[in-house]
């Protein structure tokens, strides 16, 4: 009875209610009801819906389905290009659609379907980043010598693999909104690099503000 429900839709009035007459049958039989009892009090005691809003609901779905695609899916350009044929007698899915849609007042803003890339996560795992927060040695800046800090740090750098990529960021600001800088450099396996600077001063925008 399911089968093809968006189909169903667009069938003339006597093949709907032919299969609205089984659904009826069928219910009356499910819940012992007499034959007198209406087919709506049935639908209720087996919570089973009316075809008709089944129907209603499957072409509702599939259109919004293809509405929420990528503007250049061939599907999406189909439902955007459809304008009503009035010389045609047989609606199609998209005929009941806009008929639904003003029924309904349903609303018009939606968002895309973010489609799933074969080679990002759920369908393939990615590698976990191994993340140090240590020196190769125990010291702290509050009680070590400028100098010997720098030589720590250039062991630890060392330490690194050559075929690693390195990110390197700083910044600060007075009381956390004026006088503003920060710095990015990455410096890659073939020892080129790329360096980002900038300063704000007393107007920082809260953007570079929330960065620092």
Known sequence: MDCNLALQATCSKTTKEALDKVQSQAVHFISGGMRSAPTAACEIHT????????REAAVVETVERYKRLSRNHPNRQLVDNW????????????DVALG??????????????QIVHTEVPPNCSLACPKINTTLTKDITKKNSD???????????????????????TDGSAFKGTINAGYG?????????CDELQNACGKYCSNFEAETI
Do not use: C, G
């Not at 919570?47 to 089944?54: A, D, H, S, V």
């Not at 304008?83 to 998209?94: D, E, F, S, V, W």
């Open 47 to 54: 919570n089973i819906e009316p075809l008709r809003m089944r």
């Open 184 to 192: 990015a450099r990455i410096e890659y396996p073939d020892k080129s």
């Open 83 to 94: 304008r009503p044929q009035h010389r045609l007698k047989q609606k199609t899915i998209l």
């Open 100 to 113: 639904l849609q003003e029924k309904y007042h349903m609303p018009e803003n939606r968002e895309e379907t």
């Open 146 to 168: 400028p100098v010997d800090l720098w030589m720590v740090a250039q062991d630890t750098i060392l330490s690194f693999p050559d075929e690693w990529i390195h990110v390197y």
